[in-house]
């Protein structure tokens, strides 16, 4: 018989605080962000597909066509080519490929790169309708940076 | 005015009350969804329908559309007659208790003698709709749910009764206006807490709400007893829900919370109907709260709770009151 009371007690005495607890939720600011008006910043350590690494002081790539991101890429989806122009010593970059509807964002070609010319990029609102709008130009995306 | 007199007075005055009763019952469902999933966000810490409308306010109306819009399934081999049937007979009943709630003292569609059997009786049809709408879908999930509506409503219809019993021996008398009109003094909340509590949480239970939303339990039974119904068949269960939580609202204004009774207003005979509904909308607010605070009881706690706590107290409540009546 006393525990049948003392149940009713610590069962009701529960039941109001779980109601506060949700009392003071409501009136409590919202911690959600309202996604396509509101962006928060993302972390520096997002890893996003590849991009060319502009060096600012000869606004330029870094990149030596070695060829050594296309050779060690597992899925095969990065394409370089360098071409030697005339009157230069080094080669420049032709074209800088990356067919990201394979790439597994494995981040081996940053790693394996001898002059550290590769960066992970920051963009995460990837979507389109075609297949073709992920084969990234980085060459381009290189050249839309430069000053 | 020729052929207006022909007519009989009371006859127009139903029509009338009928025609506003049925408008109020969609804008009453229409707010309490808007209410119902704007707490839910808050409650949540998120902000809820955001899109359509400032803050999302035409949500609900725009949700409607869409299932107006949308094609009545009937499944394979159901029981066709009982299957359309079931949401007209959860829609229906709702709507005539309406009828003899005083809103305020002059605005009643009808003073019923036995208003509160009446509105009780009508209470417990809808649980007829659960069954018939279970039973006709031919889905297991239904059947279940059908089946613990029944058992539940049982056990919840008891200390139901048995706590508007306390408030009617005190003021003699089944007819609504005539409850309200006695709490001029006091409310019968502070002279009843015991029969109040008892049925604020035999209502919840009533309403198939949560806590005790057994009959359409989500996580078990997919949608419980209207897992097959789409479009309008699906709508009119949920203007039924909503109308059904205010009808049990309303009962608990006019027998504990006094009824229009309040501050003093001009015109106090028709405007009481503004501290009615603050009482009403109150209490939903709190039935909402409730819902998004507690998790589903089980279905033996549902009983134990009922056939335990509920029962025994609303006696020995009833019976103290009979006493002191006497007295």
Known sequence: MKQYFSELYTGGKSLVEGLGVTMKALFSPIVTVQYPREEIDITPNYRGHIDLILDTGKNTYLCISCGMCEKSCPSDCIKVKGKKMEGEKKKSLVLFDLDFTKCSLCGTCVEVCPKDALEYSQEYNLAAFTKEAFHFDILKRLEERRI | ?327
């Open chain 2, 1 to 327: 005015m020729e052929t207006i007199s022909i007519l009989p007075p009371e006859l127009i005055r139903m029509v009338i009350a009928v025609i506003i009763i049925i408008s109020f019952l969609f804008l009453n469902a229409i707010m309490m969804g808007y209410a119902e999933r704007k707490i839910a966000g808050h409650v949540q810490r998120r902000p809820g329908p955001m899109e359509v409308g400032s803050h999302g306010i035409l949500q609900m109306i725009v949700d409607g559309v869409k299932l107006v819009g949308k094609e009545l399934l009937i499944p394979f081999n159901v029981d066709r007659t009982l299957f359309r049937v079931a949401p007209l007979l959860s829609f229906t009943p709702v709507i005539l208790p309406l009828l003899v709630i005083p809103f305020s003292e002059k605005l009643q569609a009808r003073d019923l003698n036995l208003g509160l059997i009446f509105i009780v009786t009508m209470g417990s049809v809808n649980v007829m709709a659960l069954l018939v709408g279970g039973w006709g879908s031919n889905n297991k999930y239904s059947m279940f749910g059908a089946m613990r509506a029944v058992a539940q409503s049982i056990a919840y219809e008891i200390p139901i009764l048995l706590s508007l019993l306390a408030v009617v021996l005190m003021c003699n008398t089944f007819s609504l206006k005539e409850i309200v009109a006695a709490q001029q003094n006091i409310w019968f909340v502070f002279l009843q807490p015991v029969a109040f509590l008892i049925y604020v949480v035999a209502g919840l239970a009533e309403t198939n709400r949560n806590p005790f939303d057994l009959p359409e339990a989500e996580s078990e039974l997919t949608a419980g007893f209207h897992t097959e119904y789409s479009g309008m068949g699906f709508s009119l269960f949920f203007i039924g829900e909503y109308t059904n939580m205010f009808i049990v609202a309303s009962v608990a204004t006019v027998l504990f919370l006094g009824g229009w009774h309040g501050p003093h207003l001009p015109y106090g005979e028709y405007l009481g109907v503004v501290w009615f509904f603050l009482k009403v909308y109150l209490l939903l607010f709190l039935m909402i709260m409730v819902r998004w605070t507690y998790p589903r009881v089980r279905f033996d706690q549902l009983l134990n709770f009922a056939w335990k706590y509920l029962v025994p107290f609303s006696l020995v409540n009833l019976l103290i009151t009979a006493v002191l009546v006497k007295l």
